[in-house]
């Protein structure tokens, strides 16, 4: 089975940034594309940023300048660097990953991001 493990969310102010981190239990090029969504109560989860096996990267037009994705192949893991933070950033914050192997998606618990003065 594959897990997927997120962490680094918490409570910062307007301004300021944050690292999430997802640790995938397989070795990440078992996975086609990585990916980090974003969802707050009421919403539907939307696509934040992802990045594919051959390190194409996509971003949300709302993150583009702030955020950044970026895959550490050697540890299964993929980060999110996160600056410039809004309190419409806040949500919680999910990894995915995409594999044809398997042929199915697979998704962390979420990491709680709040953005707040």
């Known amino acids: 089975q594959v897990q997927l493990v997120e962490s680094g969310g918490g409570l910062v102010q307007p301004g300021e940034s944050l690292r999430l981190s997802c640790v995938v239990s397989?070795?990440?090029?078992?996975?086609?594309?990585m990916g980090w969504h974003r969802q707050v109560p009421g919403k539907q989860r939307e696509l934040v940023a992802s990045i594919t096996s051959g390190g194409e990267i996509d971003y949300a037009d709302s993150v583009k300048g702030r955020f950044t994705i970026s895959r550490d192949n050697a540890k299964n893991t993929v980060l999110l660097q996160m600056m410039s933070l809004k309190p419409e950033d806040t949500a919680v914050y999910y990894c995915?990953?995409?594999?044809?192997?398997?042929?199915?998606?697979?998704w962390g618990q979420g990491t709680q991001v709040t953005v707040s003065s």
């Open positions: 995915k990953a995409v594999s044809t192997i398997w042929g199915r998606d697979f």
């Open positions: 397989r070795n990440i090029f078992m996975f086609n594309v």
